[in-house]
Each structure stands twice: as structure tokens, then as C-alpha cells.
């Protein structure tokens, strides 16, 4: 009875060391994902911060939002997402400037994918500022003056420099992608879906939580 339970704790051991390392060997660096070097400073010491790159005028970055949003809710109090609008194309900025206009003021939950619906959707286009105003205040109650105020404001335009700064830094060169912790970039041509990205920056994140010692409850 005892050589049966030694050998049956044999084969638990077994299996559970084989689920780790399958786990463990899922992703590979180099191939799956890169690391960052230097790695992009979040200045966050409490949150593991996972960027989101995007462009409203990007429709894969549309498509995206399908699967980026479910796992966004999802995610636990240690680790946060932080969209970072880029500007790789003529008249990009004034959709920047629209996303930290609209964030600034508190209302970018509610006006966020309603922007890629306008677009992508309803196929409207907007080419100066006046009349990214005049959209949200004709659907989200927003005062246009103060609206165009704020986005023609230093605050607005040192945000879309920041943006810039961000996605050079972290070597990023298409749209939508995703960054965790400022170390790990995710190769979705490679994972071959977005199911695949969403489970490798889920394990991507618990890597830091776990190498950062941030509180798990």
C-alpha cells in the first residue's frame, strides 16, 4: 500500500511538473513576444501598467476593441491599462487631441467607442477640431467651447507629444498594440490571434505582478 501511494504521488508530481512547464513554454521570448531594452518606465510602483496603442482612424484598432474590452474589465486592482492614441498619419492628431480632450474632462468612458462607431460605423470623418466639438456636444451634452478650449490647450498638446514619445520608446510601429509594464511586447502575427494575445499578456501581467511582489488580493 505504501510503494502504491509512493508511486501514485510519483505521477501527480509528474503531471503537475509537465502542466508547468507547458505553461512555462507556452510563449517564448524572441518569438511570441519581445523584450524591451531598455525597458519604458511607467512611474507606476503599485500597478502593473499595460498600453493599449491605438488610433481611432485605425480599423483593426476598431476590431480590437471587441476583445480588448471584456478582458479590461477584467482585470484585477494591481494591474491597469493606460490607451496611448498615436499619431502615424496626417490628421491623426486631431483624434489624439479628441481622446485627452474627452479624458480630461471626465466623459471618455462614455465616448470612447462611441468614436470608433462614428467612424468605423457611421463612416463620418472629422478633419479640424471645430468639428470633433460639435460631435460631442451634439451626442454627449458637452459644452463646445470648453471642449475646444481644453483641446487647443498646452496640457492637450504636451499629451499628444507624451503619446509620441511613448510609442517611439517602446519601439511600437503599427496599431492596435499592446505593451505590458513597459518590458513586453506581444507579436500577434506570430500568437495568431487575438485570443492568443489576450492569454500571453494575461501571463505577462501575472509575471510582474508576481516579480514586483504586488499585492494579490
Same mark, same amino acid.
Not at 512611474?43 to 476583445?67: I, K, L, S
Not at 490607451?83 to 502615424?88: A, E, G, K, M, T
Not at 478650449?149 to 511600437?172: E, H, L, P, Y
Given at each position: 500500500?505504501?510503494?502504491?501511494? $509512493? !508511486? ?16 512555462? #513554454? +507556452? ?5 511570441? =513576444? ?10 507606476? *510602483? ?10 481611432? &482612424? %485605425?480599423?483593426? %484598432? ?8 471584456? @478582458? ?11 490607451? $496611448? ?6 490628421? @491623426?492628431?486631431? =483624434? ?8 480630461? &474632462? ?7 467607442? +462611441?468614436?470608433? *462607431? ?16 460639435? @460631435?460631442?456636444?451634439? /451626442? ?10 481644453? +483641446? ?7 499629451? $499628444?507629444?507624451? #503619446?509620441? /514619445?511613448?510609442?517611439?520608446? &517602446? ?12 518590458? =513586453? ?20 501581467? *501575472? ?6 511582489? !504586488?499585492?494579490?488580493?
Amino acid at each position: 500500500m505504501k510503494f502504491a501511494s $509512493v !508511486l501514485l504521488l510519483l505521477a501527480v508530481f509528474s503531471v503537475n511538473a509537465q502542466d508547468t512547464q507547458e505553461s512555462q #513554454s +507556452a510563449f517564448t521570448s524572441g518569438l511570441h =513576444y519581445t523584450e524591451l531594452s531598455p525597458a519604458y518606465e511607467t512611474g507606476n *510602483d503599485e500597478q502593473v501598467v499595460v498600453y493599449e496603442f491605438f488610433g481611432y &482612424m %485605425c480599423p483593426h %484598432c476598431a476590431n480590437f476593441q471587441t476583445y480588448m474590452k471584456p @478582458w479590461h474589465d477584467k482585470l484585477p486592482e494591481n494591474v491597469t491599462l493606460v490607451r $496611448v492614441p498615436v499619431v502615424f498619419q496626417p490628421g @491623426w492628431d486631431v =483624434y489624439a487631441k479628441a481622446y485627452y480632450t474627452a479624458e480630461s &474632462m471626465g466623459i471618455l468612458e462614455q465616448t470612447h467607442q +462611441a468614436m470608433f *462607431d462614428a467612424l468605423h460605423k457611421e463612416r463620418k470623418r472629422f478633419s479640424t477640431l471645430e468639428q470633433v466639438a460639435d @460631435w460631442y456636444a451634439e /451626442n454627449f451634452n458637452v459644452d463646445k467651447e470648453a471642449f475646444l478650449s481644453t +483641446a487647443k490647450s498646452f496640457m492637450i498638446d504636451s499629451k $499628444v507629444r507624451q #503619446s509620441t /514619445n511613448m510609442f517611439q520608446r &517602446m519601439q511600437v510601429t503599427s496599431t492596435p498594440t499592446l505593451v505590458i509594464n513597459g518590458k =513586453y511586447k506581444p507579436n500577434v502575427k506570430a500568437l495568431g490571434s487575438y485570443n492568443a494575445l489576450f492569454e500571453l499578456a494575461t501571463f505577462l501581467a *501575472d509575471k510582474e505582478v508576481a516579480e514586483l511582489s !504586488l499585492n494579490t488580493q
